[in-house]
């Protein structure tokens, strides 16, 4: 594991308790999303990224995991990728009426689109 090509980062004792979680087959988006987080915390975005995309893959309506991903995405160089992720979260948390995050990802999305022009 490690952090934008700086030396490995230990693992929290969290991301531990998770990877042990998914080893012994207790797979799910909270799961996944809670492994993505604790990268994230760490800002190891990679491997943040491919959890998160695993956490909005098991559940497409995890509007908290798709607005992760796009911020991993973000992080990891990947602007068109985190535009579609956070245009996806918004239709979710619209759907679910979730104010907030509709928000939080428009103002996100918004900022990727002037950057790309």
Do not use: C
Request: aromatic share 8%; proline share 3%.
């Amino acid at each position: 594991m490690s952090n934008s090509g700086g030396p490995p980062a230990s693992k929290s004792a969290a991301l531990a308790s998770f990877e042990r979680m998914l080893a012994n087959g207790k797979d799910s988006a909270l799961l996944r999303y809670s492994i993505g987080n604790e990268y994230a915390k760490a800002k190891d975005w990679g491997p943040a990224s491919e959890a998160l995309a695993k956490a909005v893959e098991l559940d497409t309506q995890f509007t908290a995991a798709w607005k992760l991903y796009g911020r991993a995405l973000v992080e990891t160089g990947r602007p068109h990728d985190a535009l579609s992720a956070y245009r996806q979260g918004i239709d979710v948390a619209r759907r679910k009426g979730d104010r907030q995050a509709e928000k939080e990802m428009t103002v996100f999305a918004r900022r990727i689109e002037r950057a790309l022009g």
